[in-house]
C-alpha cells in the first residue's frame, strides 16, 4: 500500500509562483512512478507531469511545459511540482498518484492523494 498527501496548493495571482510538493509512504514507493494531475470544475482529470521512478525521465503535458518542472527526491519520499508563470487557466484541484507503470493515463494511476487547491487570480 501507498499513501500520497500534497501540500503547497493556494491564492497566487497570475504570473506569479508555487511549489506543490507530495509526500508519499509504504512499501517500495520510489520503486514508482508519480505522476501530477489536475481538475478544475466542470472538467475531467488531466495529466500535468510525470516523473519516473529515478528522475531521470520525465514528460509534460503542452500546455505546462516550460513553465512547470516535476522533480523528485528519494531519500524524502517526496515529489515537488514547481510552477512559475502562472495563469488563471492554471486554477484547479492539483493531485499526485503513484503508478508502477510510466504513463500519463489516471487510470494507470493505483495510488491518489487527497488533492491540493490552486487557485490563480487574474
Known amino acids: 500500500q501507498v499513501q500520497v498527501v500534497e501540500s503547497g496548493g493556494g491564492l497566487v495571482q497570475a504570473g506569479g509562483s508555487l511549489r506543490l510538493s507530495c509526500a508519499s509512504s509504504?512499501?517500495?514507493?520510489?520503486?514508482?512512478?508519480m505522476g501530477w494531475f489536475r481538475q478544475a470544475p466542470g472538467k475531467d482529470r488531466e495529466f500535468v507531469a510525470g516523473?519516473?521512478?529515478?528522475?531521470?525521465?520525465?514528460n509534460y503535458a503542452d500546455s505546462v511545459k516550460g513553465r512547470f518542472a516535476i522533480t523528485r527526491d528519494n531519500a524524502k519520499n517526496t515529489v515537488y511540482l514547481q510552477m512559475i508563470s502562472l495563469k488563471p487557466e492554471d486554477t484547479a484541484v492539483y493531485y499526485c498518484?503513484?503508478?508502477?507503470?510510466?504513463?500519463?493515463?489516471?487510470?494507470?494511476?493505483?495510488?491518489w492523494g487527497q488533492g491540493t487547491q490552486v487557485t490563480v487570480s487574474s
Open positions: 516523473i519516473n521512478w529515478s528522475g531521470g525521465i520525465t
Open positions: 498518484a503513484a503508478s508502477a507503470t510510466r504513463s500519463s493515463n489516471p487510470y494507470d494511476y493505483n495510488y
Open positions: 509504504g512499501r517500495t514507493v520510489s520503486s514508482y512512478t
